[in-house]
């Protein structure tokens, strides 16, 4: 429960507000293989993958 704590406190952070952010974690996205973001976090690798991108869009950092 805590993995996916961080990963919706990361995408709030990401995109300025709670709605938008679950909207992006539950949604199909195409850099993680057309899976959305929260079916991801029942692994840790998956969960890392997701955090990275998140990452990556709070601190401008390409893809």
């Known amino acids: ?3 996916a704590a961080k990963i919706i406190a990361l995408a709030e952070e990401a995109f ?3 709605d938008r952010a679950m909207h ?3 949604i199909p996205n195409p850099v993680f293989e057309d899976e959305a973001p929260v079916t991801l976090m029942d692994t840790e690798s998956g969960t890392e993958w997701v955090e990275q991108l998140l990452g990556r869009m709070i601190y401008g950092v390409d893809a």
């Open 1 to 3: 429960m805590l993995r």
């Open 16 to 18: 300025g507000d709670r």
């Open 24 to 26: 992006w974690l539950n």
